[in-house]
C-alpha cells in the first residue's frame, strides 16, 4: 500500500483542526455556562514559561496550511506576527484554515513530492525534501501545539476528553 503526500497530510490536518473546532466551541460554552469570559482564557497557559493558548491554536494553522503553501515556495520561517486577540478570532482562525486546506487539490500537493524545501530563521536554515519537512517538522509542531491548545482549555476546567481531541476518525466504508 502507498500513501500520497496529500493523503498524510491535509486529511490529518483537517481532522484535528476540525477537532479543535470543537474544543473551542466546548470551551466557549463552558466558560458562558460559568459566567466567565471566554476572552479571559486567550492569553492562558500551561506553565508561565510556555506560549498561551492564542499561539498555540495560530501555530496550527501555521503547521498546516502554512507549511503546504510554504512548501510550495520552497521555504518555511516561523510565523512572527501576532496571534489572535480574542476567543472568536481563534476560532475563525481554525475555520480559516479548514477553509484552505478543503481548497488544496490532491495532484497538487502530491506535485511537491520530492521538491527542495528549506526551514529559515535568520542565518539558521535547515534544509529538507517537501515530504520530509511536512511529515518530521510541521506534522509534529501541529500536534504538540494542537495538544497543548487542548491542554490549557482542560487544565480550565473545560470538560474534554480524548474523542473531543481525536475528532471524527476516517474509517472504512
Known sequence: MSLSLYEVTVPAFAQILEAMAGV????????LEKGMRPDDWVGARLFADMAPLNFQVKQCAHHSVGAIDATKKGVFSPDLTPPPETFADLQTTVADALATLASYRPA???ALTGSD????????VMPFTAENFLMSFSLPN??????????????????????????????KI
Open 108 to 110: 497538487d500537493i502530491n
Open 142 to 171: 501541529f500536534y504538540f501545539h494542537a495538544t497543548t491548545a487542548y491542554d490549557i482549555l482542560r487544565h480550565n476546567g473545560v470538560p474534554l476528553g480524548k474523542r473531543d481531541f481525536m475528532g471524527r476518525p476516517r474509517l
Open 117 to 124: 524545501m528549506r526551514f529559515q530563521l535568520g542565518e539558521r
Open 24 to 31: 473551542l466551541k466546548k470551551g466557549e460554552a463552558h466558560a
